[in-house]
């Protein structure tokens, strides 16, 4: 009989082709003009689930773009239930940001790795998921229920999926959620998230005259919006790298010895960040090392700015006012809601009566998680990786949000285990995002793997903490 | 016999139509992919100069855009010459900066005429030229005249200098007329006797090789939009100031006169928030507006990008930010050496966790016309026959790069007669021109051309 394992080694190929033509559908969340692509792409999925053998729902929440539901429940009641999140929405990309190719025509070079956009965050990290699943119930047998929720709207704020896990957590219920939207630093030392930072983003837009100014006519007297807008984002920080809003870090969690252990454990010195970032040196709070700087501090970002003319030559105006996006990475115990106030009532009192300012929140935060390392699930996940991988993994903290860890958390009281199946140098968000096609194959083992080990724990009434 | 001003009131109709024709074309001189569009403009005004009874009409190549020149010298070698110069490209424009209508279709709208140019510089030319038809149509004209009409002037005229250097002697000429400044209403004319010059320079600051992850590293790299905005905010002191050392040594004061005179065209409360709004007054302490704008330098942010500014959110940390800077000098500093301090400032105060560029892209010189020059005197009693009340003697706050080089190179005074409105938004959405007031411009400069020929 064949095995799960063999039947995804000799269906690589077609997994490969069906992740790329999921690639092709650039489904940008963020861009409302993308909204029949993400649509398009939330039918491919549940098609591809139909074909698989789960039964399907398409979730509609009015005016939020749908999420993919997918179930097969017949390993039986008294059977492990493995819920995996995902999401299948991706960021904007266009060529004039850098990329070599079309980031919505995926390609496979002779490096290994598959490039588009979306190929690692997130359609090709679930994808492994899915494809396991196909393997099992094509091959021996699927020893679990499992249970897809994919979402269409993590890029851009996550807030139906938030909605839907608060209201409808009993058809969530699982023993265990994954999810494999993460990344590591190389293929030989996988890694596994066990925190988050948190997030909330806000536009601020400083207004000055009523329509750009020729700046030889006015220049001189009238404050100029853009050096008004440099000036107040200026004092958001200190000069030792710290965020100035007040209050910022009352509720942030200091680092126990243990904890910095466990975090110095991850290898990532200068020369792996010099050459994953290419800046001059390193920034930020001295008395935290980087890794600490990204998964245990909290962060005030300036994600765009834009003012007047920057376009080819020059235009020599006063322009009427400038726009910055500012991001706050949170860690536990800080709140979105909570900071959102805090940033607001800081940034209003820095600005000048010479100007006007708004400042709105763009869309709704999301709460840091931190998972507890010693449970069993975690244990089997590590023999999933022995087995599947072929090297055991770390634990570290993670620098990014993924806003439905702390609803799955908090609300489905689930332990969630973040399998990141992606490599730091992916580009993820960036140009010339890339999946390495290796690690494709090796997450689809893995999940395999790990699906296999977790039907033989006890019941969970035992092995309840 | 038709007089000049017969000749303009049976074909203002005509000059109306003529200069819509002409604003329609986007000479865009900033954006490479207008370039024939640029051309087209300097064709329609070589086929209009023919038409009116010039001579000598050349589309003449540069470096760069090409310049417009024409003349007529029949007036006798005991007359003067005047040369006039202006310009025939403009700022760029969309209509998404907030304009009304297309800013190439121009549209007429209650005596007011809308479109990109119709002030900066296309209406204003297009008075030199109708005055000259009317001369030169009803057999009248007193002088000597020859056209200097270019397309590079609103990415600072880098060709022009050379040009007039290599045709000193088809240029000559005994005073220089230029009118690309505005006047205080249409019932207060004014003259400006100075303009400030101009530096402009791109500020780049890069961090990391390309956009990153906000998540994955925010918080252990300088953001390169974080440490640009704090280069700019170090650039001007809390009292408004420019901060960069020495920017302000060559800077002339002001005698008590002069802030006198001045004090006669300041900007009053009705006017500013005609164009402010509510805002409050923002700069150095103890100078008018007028002294402001006209006899104190500036440092301005005229732009400003990074990362991902658009519709919704990108959690990027971005790779490079970019901001255009201008300075406004007053007579007397050198953009040279403004430049160097500007740059050396900035390299000082870059932190070292970034990449620090400073490009520099022109300069401009500042200009100053003797106020008793006869040429000036006579542009006084132009405006006093055409506009219900004497000029007011002003100092403009915008820069015309060509004028400094050509004081210089040709050696001749130049006289500013504008006639640009208050609310005319040149380089603004929505730019505009009276007709009323380009009527009354033609009528100023035939007399103007008739008083100076006396001298």
């Known amino acids: 009989m064949t095995t799960s394992l063999d039947f995804a080694k000799s269906n690589s190929q077609r997994f490969e082709d069906e992740l790329i033509a999921f690639l092709k559908i650039p489904s940008i969340s963020t861009d409302s003009a993308f909204n029949p692509q993400v649509r398009e792409a939330a039918n491919w999925l549940l098609a591809e689930f139909e074909r698989i053998g789960l039964s399907t729902e398409l979730i509609e929440m009015e005016g939020h773009h749908p999420i993919v539901y997918a179930e097969w429940l017949g390993a039986g009641e008294d059977s492990k239930t493995v819920l995996f999140y995902g999401h299948y929405d991706v960021q904007p990309a266009v060529m004039e940001d850098g990329w070599e190719t079309n980031p919505f025509e995926p390609i496979r070079k002779d490096d290994g790795f598959l490039y588009a956009r979306g190929a690692t965050d997130d359609k090709g990290q679930f994808f492994t998921h899915v494809k396991a699943v196909e393997s099992l119930l094509q091959a021996d047998n699927l020893p679990v229920n499992v249970k897809f929720i994919i979402e269409g709207e993590e890029e851009s704020g996550g807030e139906a999926i938030s909605k839907y896990v608060k209201e409808h957590g009993e058809k969530l219920s699982a023993d265990v959620c994954i999810i494999s939207d993460t990344s590591m630093q190389d293929i030989d030392n996988p890694v596994i998230i066990n925190a988050l930072r948190g997030g909330i983003t806000f536009e601020m837009t400083v207004i000055g005259p009523k329509q750009d100014l020729h700046s030889g006519m006015f220049g001189g007297t009238v404050h100029n919006p853009a050096q008004a807008l440099a000036e107040i984002i200026t004092k958001l920080h200190n000069d030792d790298g710290s965020v100035a809003v007040a209050g910022f870090y009352d509720d942030v969690l200091e680092l126990t010895e243990e904890e910095r252990t466990e975090i110095a454990q991850v290898q990532w010195d200068n020369v792996d960040w010099s050459e994953a970032t290419g800046a001059p040196v390193p920034w930020g709070e001295e008395q935290y090392t980087l890794l600490e700087r990204i998964g245990a501090r909290p962060t005030l970002e300036i994600t765009g700015i834009a003012s007047g003319y920057y376009g080819e030559g020059s235009k020599s105006i006063v322009p009427h006012k400038a726009v910055a996006k500012i991001s706050c990475r949170l860690v536990a115990n800080q709140t979105p809601d909570d900071i959102e106030k805090k940033v607001i009532k800081f940034i209003e009192k820095l600005s000048p009566p010479t100007i006007k300012v708004e400042v709105k929140k763009l869309r709704a935060g999301a709460l840091p998680a931190l998972i507890a390392t010693n449970i069993p699930e975690m244990r089997v996940a590590i023999t999933a990786y022995e087995n599947g991988w072929g090297a055991t993994p770390i634990f570290k903290r993670e620098g990014g949000s993924i806003p439905i860890v702390s609803d799955l958390q908090s609300v489905l009281g689930l332990p969630v285990i973040m399998m990141g199946f992606g490599l730091n140098s992916d580009n993820l968000h960036g140009p010339n995002e890339r999946f390495s096609l290796q690690m494709f194959h090796k997450g689809i083992a893995t999940s395999i793997h790990f699906m296999q080990e977790i039907a033989t724990l006890p019941s969970i009434e035992a092995t309840e903490q | ?455």
Not at chain 2, 296 to 320: D, H, M, Q, W
Not at chain 2, 396 to 402: K, L, T
Request: hydrophobic content about 40%; charged content about 20%.
């Open chain 2, 1 to 455: 016999m038709t007089t000049p001003q017969n000749y303009l009131d049976d074909n203002m109709p005509k000059f109306i139509t003529q200069l819509k024709e002409w604003v329609a074309i986007p000479s865009i001189s900033t954006d490479p992919e207008r370039k024939t569009q640029v051309r087209q403009a300097a064709e329609w005004l070589a086929a209009d100069m023919i038409s009116m009874g010039l001579e000598n009409v050349e589309i003449m190549p540069t470096d760069g855009h090409p310049v417009v020149y024409a003349d007529w010298l029949h007036a006798g070698d005991d007359k003067p010459t005047i040369l006039v110069y202006g310009h025939y490209d403009v700022q760029p424009a969309v209509i998404e900066d907030g304009w009304d209508n297309d800013p190439f279709s121009p549209i007429e709208r209650d005596g007011v005429l809308y479109g990109r140019g119709a002030t900066d510089d296309k209406g204003q030319v297009m008075i030199q030229m109708k005055a000259a038809e009317a001369l030169l149509k009803t057999g009248s004209c007193p002088l000597n005249l020859k056209y200097l009409i270019e397309g590079e002037e609103e990415i600072g005229s880098p060709n022009l200098a050379k040009f007039v250097e290599q045709h000193q002697d088809k240029l000559s000429a005994d005073i220089c007329l230029i009118s690309d400044t505005g006047v205080v209403s249409k019932e207060q004319p004014s003259l400006t006797y100075s303009l400030r010059g101009l530096m402009t320079m791109t500020l780049v600051v890069s961090g990391p090789k390309r956009d990153l992850h906000s998540g994955g590293f925010g918080g252990m790299i300088h953001n390169p939009a974080q440490a640009i905005t704090e280069i700019i905010a170090q650039l001007h002191h809390p009292d408004g100031r420019v901060s960069v050392p020495h920017f302000y040594d060559d800077v002339l004061d002001l005698s008590t006169e002069e802030r006198e005179t001045l004090a006669l065209s300041n900007m009053t409360d009705e006017a500013w928030q005609g164009v402010m709004g509510n805002l409050p007054d923002w700069g150095e302490d103890g100078f008018s507006r007028i002294e402001k704008i006209g006899a104190r330098p500036t440092l301005e942010i005229n732009g400003i990008a990074s990362g991902y500014a658009g519709e919704g959110f990108k959690t990027v940390l971005p790779a490079k930010a970019t901001a255009k800077i201008s300075a406004r000098l007053v007579a007397n500093q050198d953009p040279n050496k403004i430049f160097a301090q500007v740059r050396d400032y900035i390299m000082e105060i870059a932190p070292d966790t970034v990449h620090v560029e400073v490009l520099e892209e022109h300069h401009g010189f500042p200009a100053l016309t003797p106020l008793d020059h006869p040429a000036v005197q006579a542009a006084v009693r132009a405006y006093e026959a055409n506009f219900p009340n004497s000029p007011l003697l002003m100092r403009g706050g915008g820069s015309i790069p060509v004028v400094p080089e050509i004081q210089r190179i040709l050696d001749l005074p130049v006289v500013l007669l504008g006639f640009g409105l208050p609310d005319s938004q040149a380089h603004g959405p929505n730019e505009s021109f009276h007709l009323d007031q380009y009527e009354s411009g033609i009528r100023t400069v035939i007399t103007y051309l008739q008083e100076v020929s006396t001298i």
